[in-house]
C-alpha cells in the first residue's frame, strides 16, 4: 500500500467519524471543519447523549470527564465509576465501536476537590487490505484511544474550576512487507480547562437551582499521520451549557437544558473560494500550506473570523443541544433531547430519547436515537452506560 492509499484510507476514517449525513450536499457553500482524531468528538455515555448530546451544566455524574470536569468538585457521591458502550454507524458496518471508562473521586475533609479519569476506545473494526497487484490480501483493526487524568476544585461556594490533560494515541497503521513506505500510530498530547457555576434562586415558593459551565477541550499538538506528513488539527472545542432545575411535586424535578458548541479550529481553505485562473491558484497553494503548516495555538485565535462569508458563516459553525431531563426520587429518569448543526458544517440534525434506572450502587443508563434524515449513518444509534456509586457500596458492607 502506498503513502497515496494510506492517506485516502486516513480520509475515509476520518469522514466515518464525523458521520457526515448521508445526504451531504454537494452545494457550494458545504464546508466542515476537518481535524484528525475526530472520535475524540463521540459522546460516550448514554445521559448526555439522551438529551440532544448535551451536558456542560448538568447535574454532575461520573461521565463528567468528558462534559465538563470541573463539574466533579460538586458530586454528591465521595467516588464513583463508569463504564459505557456505543455501537457507532451500525447502519453501515457492524464491528465499529466505542468503549468508555471514566471516574473521579472526592478527597479532603472540606469536600471541595476531586481528581478525576477517562479511558477511551474507539474500534474502526477489521479493515481488508490488497497486497502488491491485488493479490495477498491481509487484514488490519485500526483504533483510537486517549488515556486522560483531571483535577477539579471549588474555588468559592458557588463556582470550581477544572483541568485535564490527556494523551492520545491514532492508530491508522498498516506493515506490509512489500511496503517501502511502513507507516505508523501518531500520538498527540493535550489539555482541558473548564468551570461550572451554580446557585438556588427561588421561584414562587421553591427552591430551583441554576448552573452555567463551560469547558474548552483538546488544546494541545497536532496529530502527526503518515510519519509527519500528514499533520491534523486536533478537534479543539468551545462547550458552554446552562441548566435549569425546578421541582414539579415532592420527589419530581425536572431540568432544561441548552449546550451550544463551537470547534476552534481553522477552516481549511478551499479552491472554489479563490479566482479562476492562475493567481489564484497561487493564493490558493499558499493558503492551503499556510493553513498545514499553522500550530494549534495560532489555528484556535484563527478559527474566530477565518470563514470566507464573514460572521454569518461563523455563526454557521455553532451547533447547539437543547434537552431535558425528568426524575423521580433520584432512581428513576426520562430524557429527550435535540441537537443540531448547520448543513454547510456537517449537517448532523436528530431527536435523542433516553431512560435511567438508579439503585443503591448501580445506574444504568440508555438512548436512541432519531435522525431527521432517513438515509443517515447515525439514526437508530444506541447508547448503555453502568454506573457503580462507592456511597452505595459503602452503604450495603455497612461502611462509613
Sequence with gaps: MTRKLFSIFVFVAAAALSALSARAQDKDDFNPIQTGVASLGI????????MGDLGA????DA??????????????????????????????????????????W??????????????RYFSLGEVALNGAGGTGASTINPYEMSLDIGYSRKLSEKFSMGVVFRYIYSDLSFSESYASDQSAGASAFSADISGYYVTYPIVGRNECQWAWGFDISNIGSKVNY?????????????RIGTSFTFPLADYHNLALNLDLNKLLVPVMPRRQDFADDTQGEVDYVKAYQDWQNMSSITGIFKSFGDAPGGMSEEFKEISFSLGAEYSYNDQFFLRGGYY?????????????????????????DASYMMATAQTSPLDQTLRFTLTFDMDGLKDIFGRK
Excluded at 43 to 50: C, F, K, L, T, Y
Excluded at 57 to 60: I, L
Design 43 to 50: 459522546v460516550p455515555d448514554a445521559r448526555g447523549a439522551s
Design 57 to 60: 451544566a448538568t447535574d454532575p
Design 63 to 104: 461521565n463528567s470527564q468528558f462534559w465538563n470536569p470541573s463539574k466533579y468538585a460538586f458530586a454528591y457521591s465521595r467516588a464513583a465509576v463508569s463504564l459505557s458502550y456505543t455501537p457507532w454507524l451500525r447502519k453501515l458496518v457492524n464491528d465499529i465501536f466505542l468503549a468508555n471508562l471514566s471516574g473521579y
Design 106 to 119: 472526592k478527597f479532603g475533609s472540606e469536600d471541595n476537590q476531586a481528581v478525576s479519569a477517562s479511558l
Design 226 to 238: 503518515n510519519h509527519g506528513d500528514n499533520p491534523a488539527f486536533l478537534p479543539t472545542n468551545l
Design 340 to 364: 443540531y448543526q448547520h448543513p454547510a458544517k456537517g449537517n448532523l440534525q436528530y431527536f435523542a430519547l433516553g431512560a435511567g434506572f438508579a439503585f443503591s450502587v448501580l445506574r444504568l
